[in-house]
């Protein structure tokens, strides 16, 4: 099948969280189980243009009053063939950040920006004479594909193209005031038509939602939760109705970046058999982070962005988050890489100053990532919601046992320790409190100083866990059949 994924984020080039990591390794996977994967992304002013390739021909983009154009420069996505096209204008694209910056953290211009993106990427297919069999556009910033596909660009070249709507995250749907809508050119009946009201703004997100053929998610149990009031971002009612459209599918991890036998960022590699690296890489991340070194004390890790879908509210809300006490009463190293929200950065700081055994580092740090899932004993994740998470998978691999809140994607991909078989692959709990977050850190330490046999087990049963992207493409494959039907008409969709 020919596929445009069509994102604001691929990695190596843009990332902010774990939406570049699968875009980019379901493609690959994609391209390696023989489909034609084509990516299409902005060029952020962080991508070296030294790198890529110039295609001769600009592209025009109608949008606005005017037509929008755009320098379409090219490069492979590492380690495959498959193409990845940039979109290339300055006033758009060109500066520091995907969404927003430190000083505006939602850029005004956002809609604009990516209605060039998801309209951009079909002129280009247009202009390259490739017809996709398939779209697939991830999240709210290429959620206006879905829309054009199947209004302006309803008939002619992209007649028989199906599309998929992926929601890696319901929380943020691209809202704006309605009169921005006239940058899209999709003209005011659409306001409703299309389905973009949404209390008298804008809203990108449910709009593609509306509109594309298949709708997935990130694991099963995220597909369930979205279609409650809980975790449904007011689109659950929306979300309900398109419910036979709507598919949970779990997201792989990549074993070519991440695997503790050939990680490059690690100082020792280790495996399952050959544990004595895990120990050195313990060693090495408590010198880096300034911590008292010592296999005698265990070692909490945190990768993750600082906001409260992380449950940072539970842990270092000002007044009454976890973190202070879970450092002063107990026998623990913690160590937390993150960027964020700036209370968040500002309370870890303060926090950090005060406890001798707690070490923060805010900043966005690949090399080290790597080392806090290698060095760990625990990584702790207790998020609000998590529509897939990576995280937890990748310590698994790497034999630190995650500690983890039952909901979304951790739900998943966790096993719960048993206590009295000594079965599971890390420890869950269910209420999102600063309590439930400290007394199950406390029971994971209680089990590591106590139960040191039932540790070595979990760790053996995590590591041998495979998170594969192969059965997960050959799903989004069925789907992307099931979204060309929809599209054709032999399977009637729900709107
Ligand atoms: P989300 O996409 O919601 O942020 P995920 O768990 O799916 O959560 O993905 C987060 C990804 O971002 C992981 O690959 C994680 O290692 C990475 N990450 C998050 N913060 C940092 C940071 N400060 N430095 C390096 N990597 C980070
Ligand atoms: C989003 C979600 C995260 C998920 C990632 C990749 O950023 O917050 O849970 O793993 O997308 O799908």
Redesign the pocket.
Known sequence: MKIMMISSEVLPFA????????VAALSAELARQGHDIRIVLPRYYSVDPGRLRRLERPLGVPMGIEEEWCGIASTTLPGTDVPIYFLDNQALFGRDGIYGSKTEPEFSDNLRRFTLLSRGALQLAKMLEWKPDVVHAHDWPAALAPVYLNTLEGEGFFADTGSVLTI??LAHQGIFPKEELEHTLLGWEQFHGAGFEYHDRVNLLQAGIRNADVLTTVSPTYAKEIQTAEYGHRLEGLLRHRSRDLYGVL?GMDDRLWNPEKDIHLPVNFSAGHLAGKAACKAALQEVMGLEVGDEVPLYGM???LVE??GFGELCGPTHGSLYNICDDLDVQFVI???GEEWCELELEKLAERLQNLAV?L????P??HLI?AGSDFLL?PSAF???????M?AMRYGTLPVVRRTGGLADTVENYDERTGEGTGFVFDLLTPSSIYNTVGWALWTWFNRPEHIADMQQRAMAKRFSWEASATRYAELYAGAIDRRVGTIPRTW
């Open positions: 990332k902010a969280g774990g939406l570049g990591d699968m890696h995250n997201n990768v993750s962005r879908q992380k890489l993150g960027t580092d900043e966005f740090n690949e080290l990532a899932m994740v998590e529509p897939c998470g990576l995280t937890q990748y």
